[in-house]
């Protein structure tokens, strides 16, 4: 091992060390999320079909008077997507912590990534 490579290493572990639950537990989200081939939220802009992979932090049911909403956000160590399946009270298996991969076209609604009605595969639980 060349004197480089030792620092390299020794520098990552460094960081691992001193790093917080919440960044490694992100760097963790986006390697897997790279794994499934999904696009990095961060880089998901309007109009673009995208694959996005993560775990559900938050599932709400938003009753309306004309449309029942289920609203989830998917966040994939580096930023978060809202998706939103109109019309639909509740999805089984969609529930907060549980890994997917979710597919569909990027809207922006109140500053935040929003994929209406997305096409969705969950992860088998580890």
Do not use: F
């Not at 880089?43 to 289920?70: E, F, I, K």
């Not at 609203?71 to 509740?90: F, I, N, P």
């Amino acid at each position: 091992m060349t004197t480089e490579e030792g620092r390299v290493s020794l520098r990552g572990i460094l960081r691992r060390l001193t790093a917080s639950e919440a960044e490694i537990d992100a760097q963790e989200l986006q390697r897997e999320s790279a794994e499934c081939g999904g696009t990095p939220a961060r880089q998901c802009s309007r109009g673009q079909v995208v694959s996005v992979a993560g775990r559900l932090r938050t599932v709400v049911y938003t009753p309306r008077t004309n449309l029942p909403t289920l609203e989830a956000d998917l966040y994939d160590g580096s930023d978060v997507v809202t998706l939103v399946w109109l019309g639909r009270r509740h999805i089984a298996g969609i529930e907060p912590g549980r890994h997917l991969t979710a597919r569909g076209r990027v809207a922006i609604r109140d500053d935040r990534k929003v994929i209406y009605n997305p096409y969705y595969e969950l992860d088998t639980p580890k």
